[in-house]
């Protein structure tokens, strides 16, 4: 849900069914006179400070509190003020006004320096407004609080460094503040611990922490419930009105509200498992609530890291292998030691692109069983593992897949090039 205020700060979230985004409402300012099948194609930057390691608490899933405060340290509330101009294009409303308004958010600190600046992520959607006045419609206003000090005086500033509505996740830069240096040296604030999202199964705790605020500096708060989809699509407007999208997400039943968007959701062990963007606002449907899966959130946080810090790029360039995959087989496992119910897909090569980078290495039919990137192996047993991987790989990095052909295994490898990038 998103909501716009007319007095700084705050913003929340939407969702469609309708699935709402969980930014805040929009509230404006006063009026001022102004004349003036599915396809495939569904390490960061150096500052020269030393990167901090967050820290994973041990629960062994008893102690929420714990957990809780863990994800606390890494949360921060967001904060993007705009303005919007209006009228002055008809005779009956000859003279420009413009608006003021601020929208609240959330966010999770995923790097940390030792100078007090940091990589922050949030949703796309949290920084992004149609009505602002700003070229890119981003906010060039965008303050962040830690928790326990939502108070103007220990305001943050930040900037955009990219992101993308197809995948509603962006990236804040912090640079060398005082506030979050003091913070992370006393140890309230850290890094976020980011977990494994392809392990997470229904059932699991899940923790939402977010700024679910309509009015004022109310700050962070915590809910808790459980994983109800390890994975699934839901399809949304995107942000920046372009048209719909779709977005592989967590279904989660802890309660989500407006602000709650791209702030953190987090296992019993205090790990990032998702980024909180959407919820279902219906009187049909109660208690469901979407996140990213961590293992995006990162991937693509670390793709616009790469590609765009200190960069003339503003956007996610995803490495494509120009395939189509299909599922060809469907099972489900019942792990007797663990308890634990597993699904599997089998990954089939649909079609290969002419001109594209796996045409000399893939044919229709190939089934495909794991993918690697660098010294990074995913073993491919949902559908998703496949595309997921592709957002690591970087120009120039070799792609190796291991696949079944004819019933022969083999592996099979190429080299990303920057012609196989697309701006996603």
Known sequence: MKSKHSQWPVRLAALLLP?????????????????????????????????????TIETDGQDTAAAAAAGLRSAVSVYCSFTSTTGGNTPWDPVPGTQSFYTTGSGVLYRVESDGSAFVIT????????????????????????????????AIPATYVGGSANYDIAVLRVEQSEVLKSAVDSGSAAAVTVGDSDVVLPGETAIAIGNPSATGLSGLSVTRGIVSVDSEYITMTAADDSGEVSFRVIRIDAPVNSGNSGGGLYND????IG?????????????????????????????????CYGADCETVMRGMLGITVTTTGLSTAYDTETGQLLRTEEVTVYEVTPGGLGED???????????????????????????????????????????VRDGEEMTVSTVMTEECLAAY
């Open 19 to 55: 699935v709402l985004f969980l930014t805040s409402c929009s509230l404006y300012g006063n009026l001022t006179s102004d004349t003036s099948a599915q396809s495939e194609e569904a390490s960061g930057a150096s500052t020269g400070n030393s990167v901090l390691n967050s820290v």
């Open 123 to 154: 949703n796309y959607h949290v920084v992004y407004d149609s009505d602002s006045d700003t070229d890119n419609h981003v906010s060039d206003q965008i303050y962040l609080y830690l928790y326990g000090m939502e108070d103007e005086a220990y």
């Open 269 to 272: 062990a205090g790990e990032l």
């Open 275 to 307: 980024i909180v963007n959407a919820k279902i606002n219906s009187v049909e449907l109660e208690s469901i609530g979407y996140a990213i899966p961590s293992n995006v959130a990162r991937a693509i946080a670390d793709n616009i890291i790469d590609y």
């Open 361 to 403: 290495i893939l044919q229709a039919g190939d089934v495909i069983c794991s993918i690697s990137v660098g010294d990074r192996t995913v073993e491919v047993t949902r559908q998703y593992h496949l595309t997921d991987a592709m957002l690591d790989v970087r120009v120039g990095d070799t792609v190796s897949l291991r696949i």
